[in-house]
């Protein structure tokens, strides 16, 4: 399977774009930016992740159809498309053109919605556009992961959270009120407040469920589509933050740390920070 295949189903004719770069944080980031040259091709594909696509070239025509809507514009440096998963996607391109493309996991955008206090945000799309804050963020992405992570590999993690905040905050639908089959903000929040409340006790997914006044079963599917993840791995998740949050003021060692977040351990601790974050506890340290 090439690159293209794993982020794309669907068709491509001509030349397959080409891959100039592709980088992310270690771990399980749900980020990756990736730099393409696309050029004499033309293709009709389904997207499987959210794709920000930004253009890199001063001003080359570009033919993209978008579901129905046809584009034909000259785009500046910096102009960027906002593709969500799931949708369908064509262009037609009659010139060599770069891009950069910043490539989400929709887990992971549903993850920030909910942080947010937005579960059930949309992401929407958008055929043209300029968002220079996001546009420099895309950059120094692209430039970290090259470099080796100069500023830690921490700080890949925190200028990919800032992009999407601002996807979330600016380029996104958020419900007045919890879509079907969804969490409402209110729940959540509750989940969320006793989550933190109970962070170095073991917490029973009944618990949740009863909070959310359903069954457990029931309980896990619609938290699952609404957070992007397992109450279990939510958890954790909330377990990993504030962990990693005492690993970086250093003020406490691994085994306090590991046990007032409800962790095991300093060992199982650190199989869970290399499994998210890709690297020890102590390469998280600033």
Known sequence: MTWWESYVTGDCRGKTPMLLGENSAPGEGGVSVIRVRLSDCRY?????????????????RLDCEPSEHLLRDDVPVGSFTIHPAGM????????SVDVLMVVIDPARFALAAAENW????????????????????ARVLALEGPAGHPNGLHYWTDVAN?????????????????????????????????????????????????????????????????????????????????????????????????????????????????????????QLAP
């Open 44 to 60: 009709h594909v389904t997207l499987n992740r959210h794709f920000i696509k930004f253009q890199m070239d001063p001003r080359v």
């Open 162 to 282: 800032t992009f999407i905040d601002g996807l979330l905050h600016r380029h996104a639908s958020k419900p007045a009120c919890a879509p079907r089959g969804t969490l409402s903000k209110a729940t959540f929040a509750r989940i969320r407040d006793y989550i933190m409340a109970h962070l170095d006790d073991p917490i029973e997914t009944a618990a949740l469920a009863d909070i959310a006044g359903r069954s457990p079963f029931h309980f896990c599917r619609v938290f699952g589509r609404s957070v992007g993840m397992s109450p279990h791995r939510y958890i954790v998740h909330l377990r990993l933050q504030c962990a990693v949050r005492l690993v970086r003021e250093g003020r406490s060692g691994l085994a306090d740390i590991a046990a007032c977040t409800g962790f095991a351990d300093q060992s199982h601790l650190s199989r869970w920070v290399r499994r998210v974050y890709g690297v020890s506890p102590s």
């Open 118 to 137: 937005a579960p059930g945000a949309r992401l929407r799309q958008r055929l043209s556009g300029y968002d220079g804050t996001l546009f420099e963020l």
């Open 88 to 95: 369908a996607c064509a262009a037609d391109i009659r010139e």
